[in-house]
């Protein structure tokens, strides 16, 4: 089925029906086909995310294990202002 912008745009509700109904719709402008509209299917509702963009392109390796990284280091509690003074220190800002 083919269909202008502003057939589109005053029917929308009616395309959305038909297209969810499985049918597949081509728009035109100026009797030049600009964009088609279908269902979408499952693989193109899931949006791959940034990392697994890099592991795909192979820029990146996945880990090789699985889990926390920092589960077995100890957890470090200092007194408030500990951080900053400690940074203030080793910047020699005393």
Known sequence: METGIRELKDNLSLYIRRIEAGERVVVTTHGRAVAELVRPTANRLRRTSQFDQLIASGVITPPFETGDPLQDCPEIR?????????????????
């Open 78 to 94: 200092l007194p408030p202002g500990t951080a900053a003074a400690l940074i203030d220190s080793d910047r020699d800002e005393e």
